[in-house]
Antibody, heavy 119, light 111 residues
Framework: EVQLVESGGGLVQPGGSLTLSCAAS????????MNWVRQAPGKGLEWVSY????????YYADSVKGRFSMSRDNAKSSLHLQMNSLRAEDTAVYYC????????????WGQGTLVTVSS | QSVLTQPPSVSGAPGQRVTISCTGS?????????VHWYQQLPGTAPKLLIY???NRPSGVPDRFSGSKSGTSASLAITGLQAEDEADYYC???????????FGGGTKLTVL
């Protein structure tokens, strides 16, 4: 059974940093592209970042470019999102999502982890 | 302002048919990128509902169908049931943004 489990969320002050993790199981992690998607309270879905299966290609949404850094450890089947210079508008539930076939088809999602940026 | 435009809400009585539109542009849907739809039940993660405009993953009832034409796509739900009450999102790829884009979401209310 495919499982994606996010962790690392919490309360952080504006300007602070946080690292999210996503533990994958039930599939060959190294064969799949991965993404982070976030959802602010009461709002819609916003794509955050994409990483190729090898980790050699990464894309970010303009809203997080230069502040967030995505990485993966294929040996440990884990995905990470380093978030720096956090702002109030980064408050959201962050989901990791598996990209099935490079078409942006997110076929499996984690349960999400809440990041709250507030003083 | 989302790159893909969806109506904020739709509603229908049990058993009825509703459609949800998703309008994009020449840099996403109109560029022939795939359109996918997700259903998000209250308090849960999104679930893939329709992929590549009109395909259903295993386990999704055939009451759900999708189509795409030009710069738009649509999701149709027939035989509405109470458990269909959820938020629905369309998604595609945008070449000018080099990333996925989502619609703003549509809240379906079953009357």
């Amino acid at each position: 059974e495919v499982q994606l489990v996010e962790s690392g969320g919490g309360l952080v002050q504006p300007g602070g940093s946080l690292t999210l993790s996503c533990a994958a199981s039930g599939f060959t992690f190294s064969s799949y592209e991965m993404n982070w998607v976030r959802q602010a309270p009461g709002k819609g879905l916003e794509w955050v970042s994409y990483m190729s299966s090898s980790g050699s290609t990464i894309y970010y949404a303009d809203s997080v470019k230069g502040r967030f850094s995505m990485s993966r450890d294929n040996a440990k089947s884990s995905l990470h999102l380093q978030m720096n210079s956090l702002r109030a508008e980064d408050t959201a539930v962050y989901y990791c999502a598996r990209d099935y076939d490079s078409s942006g088809r997110f076929d499996y999602w984690g349960q999400g982890t809440l990041v709250t940026v507030s003083s | 302002q989302s790159v893909l435009t969806q109506p904020p809400s739709v509603s229908g009585a049990p058993g009825q048919r509703v459609t949800i539109s998703c309008t994009g542009s020449s840099s996403n849907i109109g560029a022939d990128y795939d359109v996918h739809w997700y259903q998000q039940l209250p308090g849960t993660a999104p679930k893939l509902l329709i992929y590549a405009a009109s395909n259903r993953p295993s386990g999704v009832p055939d009451r759900f169908s999708g189509s795409k034409s030009g710069t738009s796509a649509s999701l149709a739900i027939t035989g509405l049931q109470a458990e269909d009450e959820a938020d629905y999102y369309c998604q595609s790829y945008d070449t000018s943004l080099s990333g996925s884009v989502f619609g703003g979401g549509t809240k379906l209310t079953v009357l």
